[in-house]
């Protein structure tokens, strides 16, 4: 039992700890506690309220806790029965965390790790005790030699136990800080603006013109993500310039704010995939910085650095025209999300997000394409990386039966800093159809569309294509994202009946 106890109480530390460090929710057992409160009936919530005040969550907390090392003590005396009879509570108990875990909002496939690491831990931790003691049973002789055993590794499943939530913890706290600084933070010039009506053609399941933060994909090589308040971030801008610059947080909002929406895309998304999304971005153009300090016209890139050692580098051409390539430090008015950057990361129009996009940006090193690698470029990626023109049918789904007749069709398509200048949808290879346009402010967004198509009964193949103001048409030439980004046109099947 006490083998049990202590291999419960050390998965529940690394989990807790996995949880603190990996993203600011809570720790599995919390999140069990907040299903519960979901789930109780109001009858009972209301009467344990009245009972217990404001002392109804922790007591439902302990309560779990003391439900936990009941489960615990049970899975160590099994053990003295069968090997699997534990693995069999350790996992249900596991499947109960993850269970709970993933009923969070907006809960992804990072929630669920705290839950495993505490599992493994539960089945290491609870296996290496279990086997002291077989052997001891098994040989008496050795009593005290195994007993000496089993109580030293017993020590020391505590010890790192509550070390590991302690330094959980301590980082935990440091990004609860951060999320805190973040919340209170209002900086001058950022605004909160709805997007222009027109933007929109009002047909549902396509993608909004507009990408909540909240659904805004994301991309990093980051494990921890870099946790920094504004009063310790700088960014130091150096390289091939006549002068260095370090610049504070507060240098840095102190300049003039532009606002702009500008389309963000990953060089990985499939055709028709869902790694691009569109905000209105707040923050410092980064040409009026660099015509500032002077560049040296021989310079052709700038090699940027974030706080957790992630580089790119982005053609200084694109820094340094008329684009609103910019420091950004708000995302759709609201101050930028940690996983976003947190307080500052560039965002350049009409680039990929791997040569241009840094979140948490704390180094521009102005300098030459032949002297500077990106992390991405390093492995083989295309070192320019201007987005490709693509397009996207979000509505009907592929696979989806409709009824025959008229079935209206929508999507998404960019050309960023080129613009759209049509869609049109194809019908099983026949006649190209022009879809209609929602309005957008600028050439560096997305545009939705929409066309409504005859379908008759039967299964049918739909494609789209784009054409950009440039006049090209997107090629219907199938290729892999890997090095420069994906090409094709996006193709779905419906049933009509
Ligand atoms: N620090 C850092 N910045 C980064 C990355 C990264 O791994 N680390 N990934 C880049 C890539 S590949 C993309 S597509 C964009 C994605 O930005 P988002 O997560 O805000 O959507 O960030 C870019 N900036
Ligand atoms: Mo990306």
């Not at 430090?329 to 976003?340: F, S």
Request: hydrophobic share 45%; glycine share 10%.
């Amino acid at each position: 039992m006490l083998a049990g106890v202590l291999a419960g109480l050390a998965g529940l530390a690394t989990s807790y700890a996995t949880a603190m460090v990996l993203t600011i929710r809570e720790s599995p057992v919390v999140a069990v506690a907040e299903l519960v409160i979901r789930l109780a009936p109001g009858a009972f919530a209301e009467r344990a309220i009245a009972v217990l005040g404001h002392l109804d969550k922790p007591a439902l907390v302990v309560g779990i806790l003391v439900f936990l090392l009941a489960c615990f003590a049970w899975a160590g005396s099994l053990a003295r029965r069968s090997w699997w009879r534990p693995l069999v509570v350790w996992s249900v108990l596991a499947a109960l965390g993850l269970g709970a875990v993933l009923a969070q909002r907006n809960a992804g496939m990072v929630d669920a790790l705290p839950v495993l690491v505490g599992l493994l831990t539960w089945v290491a931790v609870h296996s290496a005790l279990v086997d002291a003691l077989r052997r001891e049973q098994r040989r008496p002789e050795l009593e005290s030699r195994e007993r000496r055993v089993f109580v030293m590794v017993a020590g020391v499943v505590a010890v790192a136990s509550l070390g590991i939530a302690v330094a959980g913890r301590f980082v935990g706290a440091g990004r609860r800080h951060v999320e805190v600084s973040r919340r209170l933070l209002r900086i001058p010039g950022v605004t909160r603006r709805q997007p222009p009506v027109a933007t929109s053609l009002g047909v549902a399941g396509v993608a909004p013109w507009q990408t909540p933060n909240e659904d805004f994909y994301q991309i990093d090589t980051a494990i921890a993500l870099p946790a920094i308040e504004p009063d310790e971030w700088s960014l130091r801008i150096h390289g091939m310039v006549e002068r260095e610059l370090t610049l504070t947080y507060a240098d840095l909002v102190a300049r003039d704010v532009t606002e702009s929406w500008i389309t963000l895309n990953c060089v990985s998304n499939e055709v028709g995939g869902g790694l691009v999304g569109n905000a209105r971005w707040s923050g410092v153009r980064i040409a009026d910085l660099l015509a500032d300090l002077g560049v040296d016209a021989a310079a052709d890139c700038v090699l940027q650095t974030s706080r957790d050692g992630w580089t790119c580098a982005t053609p200084i051409e694109a820094l340094t025209d008329d684009r609103d390539a910019m420091l950004a430090v708000a995302m759709n008015g609201r101050p930028l999300p940690i996983e976003h950057g947190f307080p500052v990361r560039t965002v350049v129009p009409g680039l990929y997000g791997y040569v241009s996009a840094t979140k948490w940006v704390v180094d521009l090193e102005v300098g030459t394409f032949a002297e500077s690698q990106g992390y991405w470029t390093d492995k083989g990626w295309s070192a320019l990386g201007p987005v490709k023109i693509a397009s996207r049918i979000d509505v009907p789904r592929s696979g989806d039966d409709v009824a025959a007749g008229d079935v209206r069709f929508g999507g998404v398509a960019w050309h960023q800093h080129t613009g759209i200048e049509s869609v049109e949808v194809q019908l099983d290879g026949g006649a190209w159809q022009r879809a209609e346009l929602g309005e957008v402010p600028s050439v560096d967004t997305w545009v939705q569309w929409a066309v409504t198509l005859e379908v008759p009964e039967g299964d049918h193949e739909v494609r789209v294509r784009a054409t950009g103001r440039d006049g090209q048409t997107q090629t219907s030439v199938v290729r892999a994202p890997d090095p420069d980004g994906a090409t094709g046109l996006h193709t779905i099947e419906v049933s009509a009946g």
